[in-house]
């Protein structure tokens, strides 16, 4: 007799465990089956810097959040409803996170008393009474996998292996999922292994089944699908969007991508991306240092290509020096900052947004960069295609400003056509640009009137042979210069020359359905799908806010000003101690208020919805 | 026009002979009179029309000191960097412009100090540089303070009572990292600078010449015996391959059995023994025990041409072939192909 089915509009599941249980595996999967099944979807993993922390201690936790719905999704969700706790470790870990009434799913046979003294529990939280506000199911995950693998020649140890492949079977069944793409990517996987291969695929079937059959569940829920725009989707991570993005402006524009990096968490998979794809004659290369990747790739803009470093905060601190080469020779770049918590080494694996002021500022001398800043973990791709657009027009270096929960964070994907990205034309100069008495001579510093850009200009090219370099240069024919109006002149000219580009970007992002909200929240970065969360939950409540969102953050849109003194209150929440909010104040003399949170996790809507009310509330 | 260089085989060739005079730039040369610069860049504009390449496919990439502001005064491509930098971005240009004759210029506390590191790595990964270096053992552009190459004790403005540190021997730290090409050569010997540069053109892969230059303000004459025509010969070690090393009047390079590397007088007993220069042998080690013959302090026994010079895959070719072996392999890239190597679904 078939279960009772329950219609949910929305669900966000958290699948905890050792490092070593395949937690991320299975989060995968079960996206990949909600992806398939037609649910919009946003998802953050949440792992330890460790590679192999010891077993079952609660810094070797390793978890997957996934949030799916009926509906558009912005976020990888606040509390989550259910909680799959591998160890009592992962229960730990996770309990402060859940809602009450949370369904808690825990493997009964992990919780043993060495393993729950091992993480400080006394009692045996299944017995003692303290998860009484929640909805808790034991379930002896481990001997039931290993119960349903008798059959194959196994040992405990390898059957046991397959008990997230049990937990994902029974998950599906309880969220009515395919397991169609779950069996595909098995079968991709051990594909030269029949027989752990035959016993994965037993034990989701058996972890289905399980939940069919139990008394343990007397219903199981159904998520309709959402009705996003038509076309083709994929499921993507902010770091791999970033590298296709880049591979996308290597083949607009027709230039070679080269890429300048070295090792750096939560940049890392850039880098490993891009290594994989060299038959778009990407070439990576892996340098000495942080210095190395940037300095390797300014040589490879001087000779013409699509020049990237990637790294994280860290990295950007190391590479200052050559940026600010980068801004004097005005070679285009493309910096990418994968931020983290800081300072130091501070939080590798744990997200942030507190290196905006360090990009603005954080070289000597006045020494402007543009900065554009990715929004959501697919919108990562757009942004650096705008970042690489924004560097070969205007010839500078130009930030992207991605985080870790972005980098690592998915979510759908509608694929982009190439012929509707922006065209990117690289303008290479061919012959000489200027006139003395008639003579035709090369001025490397000469401007185009419109854009302020010098011309870019490729070794090889004859006739154009030329010396460039970090002393200050002559106004048009790049000469040192020590020349002291020259130098105000010239420093006046690379900061006009970035102020302009924010004549030809679009306006600021605002959603304010009544228009007449009179507070305006204001984000950047990956606060975005926080903001619009907390956004349309008050309008559901009737409280008129606006939601302004900053792509562009050096220069601000063209309309900033306008946009801001249009609203009587300005809130901006940020993952540092109120940067953006800095910048704005002195910028605009905006009173702005500042929500801020620095605690390696992204914005909980709720944080923002209580600091709206709170606003509002105090007129 | 000269002869062709294979290292240069992917340099478009000039279609006619080009002359120093070509390579001079408008710019006023502003080193001090006097300094060993001088002449190395004269030298250099004298000898690049050899290499036969087009003047607009030659780089010359520097870091930041007297010796970095080269690349203003030759009328080629240029960068004038930041400290220490120049090998990481010459790494970018040589490695993506196959086409280009790349050199780096630098001094002793460009490459050795600040910028040791960048120097190890491209030496050890074996780019297409030519790197020159220009060891005068002082900080000029800061005004005199001791280098990285700086005997022990030097008095110094930042060292009044005698610097501390050892020094580097820049060919000995070259060796050891295994740079395919090393040499050594003198500011002021005109003739041997040039045969140097040429070798080091003609070698496929890195090749640093440490030249030995004079800072005749911060420190006049220190290569004084090396460069003296009265006393130089009693001092210099002119390696030639193939040939004995030979010193001075009557004295010429021994090695203990398996050990170090000696200079003795020439007997009739011990004249069979004479160490004969082999630099294309794999193993850097005799190499490297030729570098350490020479005292820091008083230059005895200084070895000058080339230590080193053999064959290694090149980082740049390699690099260039392994993106055409993808691509034979998997194809051209086709971005279409690339959105979709996930699972993806239809949303009609």
Known sequence: ?619 | MAESFASLALVPKATEPLTAKQFKTDQEVRWCPGCGDYAILAAVQAFLPELGVKRENIAIISGIGCSSRFPYYVDTYGMHSIHGRAPAIATGLSTTRPDMSVWVVTGDGDALSIGGNHLIHAMRRNVNLKILLFNNRIYGLTKGQYSPTSEEGKITKSTPYGSLDHPFNPVSVALGVECTFVARTIDSDRKHLTETLRAAAAHEGTAIVEILQNCDIFNDGAWAPLKDPQQRDEYLIRLEHGQPMLLGSNRAVFREPEGPMYVAEITPENEADIVIHDAHTDDPSTAFRLSRLSDPVVLSNTPIGVFRDVQRPVFDRQMAEQIDEVTRKLGPGEFDRLLRSADTWEIK
């Open chain 1, 1 to 619: 007799m078939s279960k009772q089915v329950v219609t949910l509009d929305q669900v966000i599941i958290r699948f905890a465990g050792d490092s070593g249980d395949g937690m991320q595996l299975t989060g995968d999967q079960f996206t990949a089956e909600t992806a398939a099944y037609g649910n919009d979807l946003s998802t953050m993993p949440d792992y330890p810097a460790e590679i192999r922390a010891p077993q079952g201690t609660l810094h070797g936790v390793s978890s997957f959040q996934l949030h799916f719905a009926d509906h558009e999704v912005l976020t990888p969700g606040d509390s989550p409803n259910v909680l799959v706790a591998m160890n009592p470790a992962a229960l730990k870990a996770n309990i402060g996170l859940m809602a009450p009434g949370a369904l808690l799913i825990l493997n009964s046979d992990e919780f043993t008393k060495r393993n729950l003294e091992k993480v400080g529990y006394w009692a045996n939280p299944l017995e003692d009474g303290s998860l009484s506000k929640f909805d808790v199911h034991a379930i002896a995950l481990t001997s039931q996998t290993v119960d349903a693998l008798k059959e194959f020649e196994l040992t405990r140890k390898e059957a046991e292996r397959s008990k997230n492949m049990y937990a994902l079977g029974l998950l599906s069944w309880l969220y009515s999922r395919p397991t169609d793409s779950a069996r595909q990517f098995l079968q991709k996987k051990f594909a030269k292994k029949p027989e752990v291969l035959a016993a994965n695929l037993a034990a989701l079937e058996a972890g289905w089944s399980f939940g069919e059959t139990t008394e343990i569940f007397s219903v199981h829920y159904e998520i309709k699908p959402s009705s996003p725009k038509p076309g083709t989707y994929r499921y993507i991570t902010g770091n791999i969007a970033t590298a296709y993005g880049l591979i996308a402006a290597s083949v607009k524009s027709g230039l070679p991508l080269f890429l300048g990096s070295y090792p750096i968490t939560p940049a890392t998979d850039i880098l490993h991306e891009l290594a994989k794809h060299k038959n778009f004659g990407v070439r990576t290369f892996q340098a000495e240092d942080e210095i190395a990747g940037i300095g390797s790739a300014i040589g490879a803009a001087y000779g013409g290509m699509l020049a990237v470093t990637t790294t994280s905060g860290p990295g950007i601190a190391l590479k200052s020096e050559a940026i600010g080469l980068a801004v004097a020779l005005e070679l285009p770049v493309i910096i990418i900052d994968v931020q983290r918590g800081g300072p130091s080494t501070g939080l590798p694996t744990k997200t942030e947004q507190a290196d905006l002021l360090q990009v603005m500022f954080g070289r000597n001398g006045e020494s402007p960069v543009p900065i554009v800043a990715a929004q959501s973990p697919a919108d990562c791709f757009n942004a650096a295609v705008e970042a690489a657009r924004i560097a070969v027009k205007y010839r500078t270096p130009v930030f992207l400003l991605t985080d870790g929960a972005l980098a690592n964070g998915a979510e759908p994907w509608l694929l982009p056509k190439l012929e509707e990205l922006p065209g990117i034309d690289p303008d290479f100069l061919l012959e000489p640009n200027h006139e003395i008495d008639g003579v035709q001579v090369l001025w490397p510093f000469k401007r185009d009137p419109e854009t302020l850009a010098r011309p870019w200009i490729r070794p090889g090219t004859p006739g154009l042979e030329h010396r460039i370099g970090g002393i200050e240069k002559a106004d048009g024919t790049g000469n040192i210069s020590y020349e002291a109006n020259n130098h105000d002149l010239m420093v006046r000219l690379r900061a006009a020359k970035v102020a302009g580009i924010a004549r030809e970007v679009p306006n600021m992002f605002i959603d304010d359905p009544t228009g007449d909200a009179e507070l305006l929240v204001l984000g950047w970065g990956s606060t975005y799908g926080p903001i619009g969360a907390a956004c349309e939950v008050l309008r559901k409540e009737g409280v008129k806010v606006a939601q302004g969102h900053l792509r562009l953050l050096n220069p601000f849109p063209a309309d900033t000003e306008q946009v801001l003194k249009r609203y009587k209150q300005v809130l901006i929440p940020e993952m540092n101690l109120g940067q953006l909010s800095l910048l704005i104040r002195g910028k605009y003399l905006v009173d702005a208020m500042s929500l801020t949170k620095v605690a390696g996790q992204p914005f909980k809507s709720t944080e923002i919805i209580d600091a709206i009310k709170g606003v509002i509330s105090n007129g």
